[in-house]
């Protein structure tokens, strides 16, 4: 599971922002939220706030690029890590990117460091800290010396790799991770794979507002039974959108097989198809976030969604959030949105769990949770939900008049 997360140089991110996963002490909603694990209590759902263009959809973007950091390197020397720095500071732009990862796998915490920019992995650092033990140890040391293009590894007292490290080194070409060279290298370390392995299987593909083939890739994974169709149809009854069944058909052509899908609709004489182009957009979007809810329930996985509102009746919304926090085990979910009555009710959320994005002044993206603020300023008492419409707590847009049209 992921402790936290921590980006800078990144987009709309300036200076270093963090989000955590790590539960504060307060024992609210503590049994649908929290997963415990060794010393570490996590919790399984972090919701962002913010006005538009105020860097929410970039913290979710950013841990696609740590995705891609680690399982998808860079093929050759002349390949380009593909991301956009923060640009609106011409003296930060020769900076570097970095990122932070606190993050569970196995029987151990992990620490991950990274440092890059468009051409190069430039820094890396690992420790391990295993469960019941004082004190954590480094795994490895990169350093890149930009002028010869060479990377050099320097490995912990506990990790001497000698007779595995030149398979490795060869494939470290200065835009690559270390993970990204050991997916290169014919060479076996079993805690390395683990750790690929671990960010292969549980962090899932983000989820975003706008076509990407979820639909599709959902309904293959239904017709070839990694999704369990009959719970699907049973949620998407509960949702009440008016679909009893739905039907998959195998499509065979020369190039690749497809799936085509029907929705049953009750009628006065019995169930009616209708083909998935004259669904609604809500109902096509709820199908396809089941099948994610459905994996999330299933198995153990991180993902994020962008705008999880999106196309949804707010009740909707609110009863795939419940469903996922009493459902789930050790799975996790980090969704921006701009709906904001849910913080009407404590019986929805932890303040450690909402977090908001604000702009500053020139542009940069300031990122900071409910339970950053004063006790005394905001009680358990306080409604949240008028504070943050009232823009006590920041995220909310800045609006100027209403003319349009006229300088008066």
């Not at 921590?6 to 790590?22: C, G, L, P, V, W």
């Not at 690029?65 to 011409?90: G, M, Q, R, V």
């Not at 300031?366 to 009680?379: E, G, H, I, V």
């Not at 209403?402 to 300088?407: A, E, L, M």
């Amino acid at each position: 599971m992921i402790l936290d997360f921590t980006i800078s140089n990144f987009r709309s991110i300036k200076e270093a922002q963090t989000i955590s996963f790590e539960a504060t002490k307060d024992s609210h909603l503590e049994d649908y939220f929290i997963v415990k694990k060794d010393k570490y209590r996590i919790l399984k759902i972090a919701t962002i706030l913010g006005a538009n263009a105020s860097g929410k959809s970039n913290i979710i973007r950013a841990f696609g690029l740590l995705h891609d950091l680690i399982l998808s390197p860079c093929e050759n020397k002349n390949s380009e890590i593909d991301y956009d720095k923060f640009a609106l500071d011409t003296d930060f732009v020769d900076n570097d990117s970095v990122m932070i990862v606190n993050f569970i796998c196995g029987e151990q915490k992990y620490y991950y460091e990274v440092h890059f920019n468009n051409k190069a992995v430039t820094y890396e650092l690992l420790k391990k800290h295993p469960f019941g033990e004082l004190k954590d140890h480094n795994v490895y040391t990169r350093e890149t010396d930009l002028g010869k293009g060479v990377s050099i590894i320097k490995w912990g007292s506990k990790y001497k790799l000698a007779s595995k490290t030149r398979g490795l080194i060869d494939n470290l070409i200065h835009n690559r991770t270390v993970f990204g060279a050991f997916q290169n290298t014919n060479v076996d370390i079993p805690w390395m794979k683990e750790i690929i392995d671990w960010v292969d299987c549980y962090i899932l593909p983000q989820v975003l507002p706008t076509p990407q083939g979820l639909f599709r890739d959902i309904t293959e994974q239904i017709a070839e039974q990694r999704i369990d169709k009959e719970i699907i149809v049973r949620h998407l009854n509960k949702a009440d959108i008016g679909i009893s069944d739905f039907i998959i058909e195998k499509i065979d052509n020369d190039m690749f097989n497809n799936y085509e899908i029907r929705f049953i609709h009750n009628g006065s004489q019995g169930g009616v198809s209708f083909d998935v182009r004259e669904e609604s957009e809500g109902t096509k979007r709820y199908y396809e976030l089941s099948g994610v809810l459905m994996l999330l329930v299933k198995e153990n996985h991180f993902v994020t969604i962008d705008e999880l509102e999106c196309r949804l009746h707010p009740d909707l919304y609110e009863h795939f959030v419940l469903t996922y926090l009493k459902n789930t085990k050790e799975s996790q979910i980090i969704f921006t949105t701009h709906s904001r009555e849910f913080l009407n009710d404590r019986g929805l959320f932890r303040d450690d769990s909402v977090w908001i994005t604000e702009k500053t002044d020139v542009g940069a993206t300031n990122l900071y949770s409910l339970a950053d603020f004063d006790s005394n300023f905001l009680r358990n008492t306080t409604n949240r939900y008028n504070m943050y419409k009232a823009g006590r707590l920041g995220g909310v847009p800045r609006l100027q008049d209403t003319y349009f049209g006229s300088n008066d």
